[in-house]
Structures are given as structure tokens and as C-alpha cells.
Nanobody
Framework: QVQLVESGGGLVQAGGSLRLSCACA??????????MGWFRQAPGKEREFVAA????????NYADSVKGRFTVSRDNGKNTVYLQMNTLKPEDTAVYYC??????????????????WGQGTQVTVSS
């Protein structure tokens, strides 16, 4: 079983930065077997894709709304994936979730592709 735990959320002013982390907490977790994705959900809105990274770090995907501002990375030795968020905007306010995908291939932008999810961490950007 894969247990994902996000951290690093909080309140920040527009233009500021945050770094989210997502760690695989279960003992024996083979983190490198999973592509990892970040999604977010704002109040009253559907969950949307933010960024994803392949197992071997080679491939990444980003939503157009965050390209150039957010960077996804991972450290398989630490069983952790990161989302560095710069130049934050009020519209980035949401609960951010990380997710793990057992499939091979390009990191998916579709939430249905992911098998395991974290509990989410709140990011609030004030104007």
C-alpha cells in the first residue's frame, strides 16, 4: 500500500512562493515505481491537474496555468516529490493533492490514471 502525506501548504501573499512536499509514508514504499502528479481543487470547482513527473525524472507535464511558475521535482532516495510554486496568484488558492500512478509511460494529466492519493494540503494566496 502507498500512503502519501503532503506538507508545506499555508498562507502567502500574491507574488510569494511555497514549496509543497509529498512523502510516501508506508514502510517498504518503492517510490521509484510510481509516476507522481499534483492536482488541486478550489472551492466549488472540479479537481484539476497541476503538474506531473515520470518515475525516472526525465519527463514532466504542467498545466498551462502554472507553466513558468511551478516546478515539479522528486528525490527517489527520500521517497518524496516536490512542487515549487513561485509568483503565486490568488487564483492558485486551493487544496493541493499529490497522487501516485503505477503505469509506465508519460506522466498523466488525468486524475483517473492515478491509483493513490494524499489527504491534501491547503494553499491560500492573498491579494
Amino acid at each position: 500500500q502507498v500512503q502519501l502525506v503532503e506538507s508545506g501548504g499555508g498562507l502567502v501573499q500574491a507574488g510569494g512562493s511555497l514549496r509543497l512536499s509529498c512523502a510516501c509514508a508506508a514502510s517498504g514504499c518503492t517510490f521509484s515505481r510510481y509516476a507522481m502528479g499534483w492536482f488541486r481543487q478550489a472551492p466549488g470547482k472540479e479537481r484539476e491537474f497541476v503538474a506531473a513527473i515520470s518515475r525516472n525524472v526525465v519527463n514532466t507535464n504542467y498545466a498551462d496555468s502554472v507553466k513558468g511558475r511551478f516546478t515539479v521535482s522528486r528525490d527517489n532516495g527520500k521517497n518524496t516529490v516536490y512542487l515549487q510554486m513561485n509568483t503565486l496568484k490568488p487564483e492558485d488558492t486551493a487544496v493541493y493533492y499529490c497522487a501516485a500512478d503505477r503505469r509506465f509511460g508519460q506522466p498523466s494529466v488525468y486524475s483517473d490514471s492515478y491509483d493513490f492519493w494524499g489527504q491534501g494540503t491547503q494553499v491560500t494566496v492573498s491579494s
